[in-house]
Nanobody, 124 residues
């Protein structure tokens, strides 16, 4: 069992930055692929970024490519999402997810564990 706790969300002006963190419990974190997803009101949950178990492979949604960076520190059982040049359309609840297989996927249903989410609001 893995428990995930996100932090770092908040209110920021357009053009600003936030760094989300996701702390994981359990001794097997380093074997899990991790993903960041977001869900805006009335919309489906979508992948933002994903990273494989080692951190050597990453994926970004086209809408955040070049602005967001996913990274992980397996010694700290933590995955991060650095978000720069934030825009109002980035406003959503952001979720951290863990996949027990080490290769990342972009479909939410392929992830086994989820955090409670953290709100990110970008004002124009």
């Amino acid at each position: 069992q893995v428990q995930l706790v996100e932090s770092g969300g908040g209110l920021v002006q357009a053009g600003g930055s936030l760094r989300l963190s996701c702390a994981a419990s359990g001794r097997t974190f380093s074997s899990y692929a991790m993903g960041w997803f977001r869900q805006a009101p009335g919309k489906e949950r979508e992948v933002v970024a994903a990273i494989n178990w080692s951190g050597g492979m990453t994926y970004y949604a086209g809408s955040v490519q070049g602005r967001f960076t996913i990274s992980r520190d397996n010694a700290k059982n933590t995955v991060y999402l650095q978000m720069n040049s934030l825009q109002p359309e980035d406003t959503a609840v952001y979720y951290c997810a863990a996949r027990s297989l080490g290769d990342y996927r972009i479909l939410p249903r392929l992830y086994d564990y989820w955090g409670q989410g953290t709100q990110v609001t970008v004002s124009s």
